[in-house]
Structures are given as C-alpha cells and as structure tokens.
C-alpha cells in the first residue's frame, strides 16, 4: 500500500471509508489519477488493548468504535463522541483513521484525540513514525500525513484515575456537521481535586482546538467548586471560529462557549459519580 | 341523479393505497428507470457565474471525445425559442426572452450553456469538462429589494428589472386609518427555499421517423402541458406527441410546467434521431430547477381600541429570478387579494411587484401565494403584542363566524357558506390545551425558560377554475371481464390518486377499489394535472360523473336482462342484485359480456359497450380552511429551537381517505417547518449560491419535527363529492404558525423578528441585540 | 477512459457478474447491470440515503461505494427483503398500512434502513426511531407515517419472533 503511495505521490489518494471522499469525486470537485482502495487491508482493522489503553487501526469502521467494549472502557470519550458522526449507514462505512486524516475541523474524533493527547501511527515505504495529536493537525484538512504516507492506526492511552467525561455538540440537523462541539474529560485526584482537564473543540476554529484557558482554571480546583458556566466562558478567548453559512465567527464563539460549560457541567458531575464509586 | 346509488362504502376509509405494494418492493417504475435500445445521455454545462459575457465558447474538443455523439450550445437550439411558452402565459404577457440554453451571455449560477449528448452519463460529463468556455463577469442584480432601481439589467432586452407593479389603491383605507386607536406597521419577509422533491427532474424522448412521433417519459405533474407545450416546440401535433406517465418523485409546483432543459432533449432527440435521457442531477435541482419564496410584505393595519380589524395597506415585492420557471408568475397579487383571509378587515388597498434577478428562477412552490398567510398571521400576533391582547383573543374578536357567510371580502373574493374558520380555531386551541400552556409557559419563564405558542388560522382558494386550470376529463371504460380503466389527465406524485380515485369509481361504480386502474398520460383527455389542491375537486368529479354514467347503464342493462326494476337493484362490489333478493343478481363480468360480446341481448336502443366520458368544469375555487397551533422551547445558550407540539385543525369538506388526507397535512407541515428553522437557499452578494449540496440545503429530518396531531372539521362544500383542496395547505399554515411561536418564546427579550429563517445563528443573535440594547 | 473491470457480486441471493470502470458507482452497477432499479439515487453526494443497501447485512450507501469495492459481496436491495411476490416483509407491509410513503422515491432507501436499524435495536423508542432513520431524507410525509410504520414493524417483529 505504502508503496503505491509512494510511487504515485499527489497522484494518489488513500480510499478508507470513503464517506467524504467520494462525494467530492463524485460532484467533480476534486480528482486523482489513482485511488488506493485500503478496504481489504487486513491488518488497518481492529481494537486491541495496548498498554492500558487501546490501539485502533485506521480502518476501523467508526461503527465498531461505537459499540467496543474496550474503546468504551478505555477512552470513553471516543465511544460518547462516535454517535455524533453522520448516521448509522455512514459509521458503517466510515472510519476512524478516515475521519481524522480527512481533519474536518468540525468532526468529531478529531477534537477527542487532540484533547485525550492520542497518537498517530504513521507508515511509508521509508519506515514508521509516530506524531503525537498536538502536532498532527497543521491546518484545515491537512495533517502531519505526507502524500507519500499511510496512517495506520491511532494509540489511545487509559486515565488511571478516577474521571468523568462528556461530550456534546450543537449542529443544524442530527447527524450534520457541528456548528460547535466539545470533548472534556476531568480527572481528579485522591483528595477530589482536578489533577487533569483535557477540553477538546469542534467547529470553533481551522483546526480541532484544545481550550486551554478551560483547562488551566481547572487544574487544582475541588471538583465540587468549579462553576462550569463561568470557566466554560473562557472558551471563547480559546477559539478562532470562521463563519460559514450555517453560523457566524460570533455564534460559533457565543453558543460555543456555553456548550463548553454544559458539558464541563456534564463531565463533572461523571466525575463525582466515579469518586464516589471508588 | 343515479338510480339505486348506494350509501358510501368506500370514500371516507383509510384505504390500504393501490400504489404501494410496487412502491415498497422497489418496482415502481421511475423517469430514470427507462431503458431504450440505442438511448443516449444528456448533461448540461451551466455558469458559474451570475452575470457574465461569453466571450470564448469552444466544444471541439468535447465532441471528439470517444461516446460524444453531439455538442449544442445556444446557437444550435435557440431558433425554437419562439414557442417556449408554458400554457398558463399568455403570449400577451411580459416575459424574460426565452430560451433553451444561454447565448451570448449568461444571467445566473446554474444558467445551461452548452449540452453534451453521450453514451452514458460519465462520458457527458467527461466532455463539459473538455468544453473551453471564457467569461467576461459584468456586476450581478442579486438583492431584489434593490433590484427595480439597478443600472445593470437581468435581461438587457427589457430595458429594466421590474416585471410587474400592479397597484390597487383603495380610497376607503385612508379614512380607517385616521379613525384607528392603533396603526401598525411591519414588513415581513421569506426568504429563498426550493421545492426539493426527493427525484430530481428528468426526460426521457424517443422520436420516430417517418412515424413523426415523439415518444417520452417524464417526471412530470402535468402530462397534458407536457404534450401540449411539447409538441408546440417541435412543430408536430398532439396526435404525435406520446407522453408516458410512470411514478414520479414529487414536485410540490416544480413539474407543472417543462424546464428549459426539458424542451432542448425533446429537441435534441429528434435532431439525433436516437431515445435522450436527461436525469437532473442534486446539485442542478438545487441551483437551477426552480426558487421559491422570496419576497416580502410590508403591512399597515388599522385595529380598533376592541382590536377588529379595520382596514389594511398591503406593499408586496417579490423576486422572480433570472428564469422564472412557467413564465413570470404573479402570485404576489393573489396573495394581496388573500391577505383578509378569515377575518373581518374592512377596506385593504395593495400593491404587488415582482422584479428580476441574476438568480434562479421563482417557480410554483406548494401554496405559491401563501405570503397572504405568512404576512397577516404574523401581523396578527404582533398586532397582539402591540395592543396589550392575547393573540387568540384578538383572532376571535375577527374570525368570521357562521353567521358571517356568505362573505364578500373587501378584495374582491367570495366565501360560500361552506368555510368554517371559527370551528377550526376554536378544534385547534382545544386540541393543544391553550390555556394550560400558558399557564405551564409562565411558570417554565420563572425557571428561566422560554417556552413559545403560535398559530395561523387561513383559506386556501383551491381547485382553482378558471383557463386551463378549469377542467378535467375521466374516460371510464368497464372491460369485458368487468374490471374497470378510468383514464385521467391528473399527474399523481404522491397524492395517491390511484387510490383515491378508485375509491370514488368504487361507491360512484359498485364495485371495489381495487377493481379500478387509473391511467394517467397518454391515452387520457386534457387537463391541467395534479398541483393546486386540484385533483379531489376537479378530477375526483369528473371521476364520478364518469362512473355515475356507466353506473346508470350497467343497471339498465341488468334489469333489462333479469326482469327487474332498475329502481329495485343495487349495485356493490361488482354485484347487480335485487334489494332484499340477494340471490337474484349478476355480476359486472356478465353485464360487460352482454355489453361488448353479445349486444343484440341489450336493451332496444342501448348503445353496445360499457364506457363514458366525462368533463367537469370547476367553479371559480373551492375553499378548505385550517388552524395550526405549535409550541416550541428555546435555548438561550444555542438559539436553537425544539418543537414540542404541533397540531393542525383542518376542513377539507368530504374526507376521501383519511389517513391520504393527513399524509398530505404532514408533509406540508414538514416543509413548513422546514422553510422557517432550516431551509435556505442562499446567495452571497455575487450571487453565488452558498447552499448546492444536501450539507448546506438542510430538508428536516425526522429527528428534527414533532408528532403531528390533526383534527378534522367536516363541512361538505358544494361540489359534487362535497369534498375541498387539501394538497397544499399544510405548507401554508406551518410557516406563520412556526414563526409565531418563536417569537413568542422571545417575547421575554424585548424582540421581535420580521425575517426567516430562525435559525440558531439568527436566534442568538436577536437575543443580542436585546441584551445590548 | 480506464479499463474496465470484471466485478461478481451476489445480489438478493443471486450472482451477478458484470464489467465497469474503477469509478462505476455501486449503485449505478446494481440499477444498469444487476438492474435493481428500486436503487434510487436522489443526491448521489450520500445525504440523502434513497440508495441505501444492505451489503454483508450492514445499511450503507450504495452511492459512497465503488462497484469494485463490492466485488465478491453479498448485497441485499429493496427487491430481496419480500419472501415471494405476493407477500410483504414486514416493514414493507407497515410502510404501507401506515402510509409511510408518498410519492415512493426515498422508500426503498427508508425500507432497507428500518430493517437494518430494527436488526440493532428491536425495541426503540419514539426517540430512538427518530434518530434512528434521520440519515434518510422524505419530503413528501413529514416521517409521520414512517416513525409510526418503523414502530408497527418492530411490534410485529418482535411477535413473530417470540
């Protein structure tokens, strides 16, 4: 495969589950000369525990994502986010590895490997590498993935700590891309205060964006004191939206911001039912 | 009028629909679904851009591409463009200059230029790749509320933009407004949707030489304008023009009247000599099929210190694109004759203009004039807002009552006896609970919550009859076997007429529904076709005079051959009996044989066979009436609106078949919804279409529209079913009522919005603007 | 143009053999050469789900898919899902007693949907139901008639199975 890649460069595209490419060959918005269809690579399929967490290869249909066990165990956010992707006929063709070489800055896996820190598994016909999830999303649609380079699977680590974890989105119809989304998970320590704030966001920027400014007001409160409304406020300084048609730099800001909050207020009170648990 | 008719046995039941039994098992059989020997493929170049001169338009390399058969552009098909006109447009009239593909210059984003005819549909559009085409862009006329005033022209050949400006000032209003405790002013606007029936447009033409027949299939409503208009474009006669009807994909206004596409394959078939299938592809019908429901009405009311009604100054200006599909419509004046509506008003004095843009054309989108309803029914409600009064009481203090009817309306309409507004309103706000919502609406605003009501009570004019929309002819035939053809100049895309029309051919007839195959197209007498809430009124009459006349000639025959009174026997399911004799009768069968195989056993005189044809012409309209009441829940966070409930008051007289009746409510209703919270076919300020795709024009889903809830009020209009127009209606009244209802949920925020869609973005954003100011 | 391919792929359980170019479409090898014609194609940018197939029992997009990318595949269009020509399945039969279609376009493409999406989830909810069909587009019922007939089937359904 990577060798087909290889010989034919930006002549060549990699097919995976084809759910946002064909569309664009299909209204002749874009055309390659070959297409390399990954569909019956074995060895891109399939969950399997890693360390703690999870390795899920890049062909991994997002329906199987949805209903993994392991992937629900381990990186919850991932199975939360999974629903949100098209409809059940689309994740039955779509990947994971599909979705976020594609890096539509308003689709969902993307922003939950960003805020979960996830790796990226990278082949070529010169060897493998691995980029870390900060460093993979360049700009809009482009990715650390050279033309001439594969991504094989994507490496997922488990929290060792008691956590809580939400995910939500505001789009235009079910099943549509969001307008603006965020993946937060909280960890805490064994006093209850917040050791790790991951936030992820969709559709509020050119790439997946991390809200930083969320997190840092996170870190070291009681989990029973923090104010989701107020810190998810902070969002906003974190974002840099463009307006489509569907919403504008100022919606996308303003309603992203909140539902940062609602879903911090989510993940937070997952959080305490874990603690309380444990 | 028809001896031993029988009580209804069939009309008012939910009957199981003839159609779908082929529809659900995937053997229906659509436009694309034709296959000829030798048929090619057609695709069509259109502009990119909205405005621009063709400086450079050259096909050599497409045309020599491998499975090119041929390559037109304007110059090839224009001389034909004298007879383009659909039959609703009066040669007289104004109109855009017509053409099959643009020449010279191109007037929208969408706008045919070149034709690529192939051996399939990859290799056209192989070759519209190869087409080299240079442009020169002039500034595009794309705001139509600019439009009239613009120094740059949509068709240069008018010499201005504005295609109609029709004023009917009324001296009366202007002594109602003096006298008024409030004078209220307010302009609403739609905003740009599209039809979107699920198949897109298409044709398929096959002519035959030395016959001099043209042979099509099509996605069409209309057959008869279809064979009418087409064979006008070729130059043959309607004897040579073969129009086939098969299943068709909805249309919802879009395929009453052929497209220039359409016309240039039946063209194009007969130049080639080979069968042309054209099948329009998404991102076409988005930009270039046809447009809906731009314009605005800006409305002054004079409401007295009770809150009546007392007169009404009425501004409508509407877009009609660069092509408006079917000619330039003027449904802008209709709706200003409508604007009363079911209330008393007093005198309305209007204006109506249309104006012409770089933009798609306007075309018939189900309840084409409902601006009358948008317009007053959102009035109403600010009306109420305005003057302190709940906007159910205010609707009650005006709604015309029965004792109101006849009602002569200040516009110039008529209302018969037959309407019931009052009844409608009065089911609906019962059905949704209004005071307890308003009660549960106060206490959800204490938690901080917005809960909002609307409503729109209306008249739909359906079964409209006057030119060409007046009639429609049923040809019963009763078969040897005693089956039974009806053969009908409708164009069913949905409406279930096979069914519906069986149905009444069944009771009208005595035997059962599915006894009954309607034909429609070819082989059927003219009329109009399905749109226009039409078919129940004008086909289902004819259907039953069709019926009623065979009826009277199956019991003549019977009782002649069983030595009975006519007066005696009863016909029902296919069974001539004698009342009380059960086991005296015969069947339709023997009745048939007797009259088609051995018609010496007839009665003296009797003409052989068993068949009649029957024309009915409707009255000027027939008036349904309906309420819809919804209520919704805001986010304040998001903007985004839910609709909680939705419930829809209705009176379409006679009920043919319930379960048909609320199927054509709900998808109304749907699209209504649709064209408030999501729909929006937009432009940028160049007039690029932003929405070309199913990701950017967003159809409702089923996850995003509540439950419907219909009831039904039953007065029998005067036709002779006793039935009304009911197609329509539920696209009429869901936008006023869904817009209502937001804002009333905004209501606590000071604001009021006067334009669609209301979608988040524009939702927030109106909260802004409160909290800022 | 490029060369064309053989492609095998069974269809309502029968073979189907045929020839297309890398970028014949799934839908357009089971309408011209498998002629499937209840394949609808209403968007063909895969929103509006009229072309939905079965293809090894899971609900996809036949629009989004190469033919060559079926090969060897077991497809199962609207045409498979009726035992036998006077007999409906059961979602056919509640699309139709419960007029969950018009005009007939999207049907196909719901039908095939509610039989895979019940296959997952026998018993849903109202809500669910409606989530659950949102990937494929009406414009003539306003999904009244489709929830309630999505609801009757699994009803009947699940009595047939118990």
Redesign the interface.
Known sequence: MVGLLAEHGDDAKPLAG??SL??L???RLTRFEH?V?L?RVDELFGVSPDNGGVRIGAMTRQ?TVETDTTVAERVPLLHLATPHI?????R??GTIGGSIAHADPASEYPAVMLAVDGVAEIASATGNREVPAAQFFESTFMTAVAPDELLVALRFSAWDQPAGFAFDEIAR???DFALAGAAVGIGIDAEGRINRAAVGMLGVGPIPLRASSVEAALMGLDVSDADPAEIGRLAADDMDPIGDVHASVEYRRQAGSTLVGRVLANALAQVTTEAGNG | MTQGAAAARYVGQ?V??L???R????????V??I?LPGMLHAAFGRSDLARATITRLDTTEAEAL??VHAVYTGADLNSYNDSLRASLHSPESPAPPANMLAEGDVRFVGDPYVMVVAENR??AEDALDLVEVEFEPLEAVVDYETAADSEHHVHPELGGNLAHDLPVPNPATEEAFENAAHTITETWHQHRQTN?????RGIVASWQPHAGVMEVWASTQSPHELQLVGARVLGIGEHKMVVHFG????G?GQKMFLGREDMAVLVVAKLLGSPVKW?E??RENLLASNHARIEQMTVKMAVGEDGSFLAADLDQLEDDGAYPLGGPATPGAMATMLYPGPYRMGPVSWRARTVYTNTCGRGAYRGPWQMESVAREQMIDRVARDIGMDPLELRRRNVLKPEDLPYQVSTGLFFETTISPEQTLEQAAEMIGYDEFRAEQAAAREQGRYLGLGMALYIEPTSMGMGPLGTESAMLRVEVDGHVNVFMGTGS????LETTIAQLVADELGVRPEDVTLHQGHGSGYGFGTGGSRSAVIAGSAARAAASGVRDKVVAIAAHLMEASADDLEVADGVISVKGTPAASMTMAQVAATAYQNSDALPPGTEAGLEHTARYKAPPSTHSNACHICTCELDPGTGKVTLLRYVVSEDCGVLINP??V??Q???????GIGGVLYEHAVYDESGNPLAS???DYL?P?????P??ETGHVVVPSDTPGGHKGTGEG?AIGAPPAVFNAVADALAPFGVYPNRQPLDPNTVLSLIASSSSS | ?ADQIPLSMTVNGQTRRGLG?????LADFL??QAH???????????????C?VLMDG????S????A??ADGADIT???G??PDDET?HPV?EA???C?G????????GF?V?VV??LE?NPDPS?DE???????????????????AATRQAAAVMKGNES
Request: aromatic share 6%; with cysteine; net charge negative.
């Open positions: 084809g759910q064909v569309p060959l299909a209204m297409i269809d569909n329906a098209g409809h059940f006929q689309i039955n063709r119809r079910s099943g | 939910s199981k629909r159609e779908d039994p529809l659900v098992t995937g053997h229906g059989r659509y694309d679904d296959v491998d499975g990859y290799i979107v029936p699920m198949e897109t299943d068709v994909g909805g919802f099948i592809d998404r895309h949905g409406q279930s379960m048909v609320d199927g409510i709900a998808g109304g209703v749907v699209q795709t199913f990701l159809v889903t089923a996850a995003d529209v439950e419907l539920g | 143009m170019e890398p970028r014949l479409t309408r011209e499937c014609t209840g394949v609808h194609l209403g968007c063909e940018h895969g929103v509006c789900g009229s939905t899971e609900a996809v997009r629009c989004l898919l190469f060559v990318q269009t609207v045409e899902l009726a409906l056919q699309f139709r007693d007029h279609l018009q005009c007939g376009f999207c049907t196909p039908v949907s895979a999406f997952a109202d139901i409606r989530h659950g069909i949102s990937g494929n587009l009406c414009r003539c019922t306003g999904y009244q008639g489709i929830v």
